[in-house]
């Protein structure tokens, strides 16, 4: 079971990943999304401080929870704490970086927040 959730997670933190890809404009992960661009709580800054911070932040985090989700996987003992800030660095970024209006929330990392908060609960009560 232990194996199993690891790789849930590595392929979560690869989710997670993807928005790298649209922060730099790589790709659109959803036709005309503009994600990061607007992000309401940095509303100062400008589109490219926007663009490379959100890359950098979430390509680390990102990082750090597919590796934390190895090291759970392979039942090493650093790959719980590794996968606790990851997924909480990762859900706090994804709120940083929202345009503030609910109906992108979805489009704009909700699910994985959602998906966070069960992942710090998993290893917070097991």
Do not use: C
Request: hydrophobic share 60%.
């Amino acid at each position: 079971m232990t194996i199993a959730v690891g790789l849930l997670i590595v392929l979560h933190g690869l989710v997670h990943f993807l928005y790298v890809g649209q922060a730099l404009r790589w790709f659109e992960l959803r036709e005309g999304m503009a994600w990061p661009v607007g992000a309401r709580s940095l509303s100062t800054a400008t589109d490219t401080a926007l663009k490379i911070s959100a890359a950098i932040t979430i390509g680390v985090s990102s990082l750090a929870l597919v590796l934390g989700g190895v090291g759970i996987a392979v039942g090493v003992e650093w790959g719980q704490p590794i996968t606790l800030v990851a997924a909480a660095l990762l859900s706090f970024l994804h709120i940083l970086f929202w345009d503030g209006n609910l109906k992108t929330f979805p489009e704009q990392g909700l699910y994985g927040i959602i998906i966070n908060v069960v992942i710090v609960l998993w290893i917070a009560i097991g």
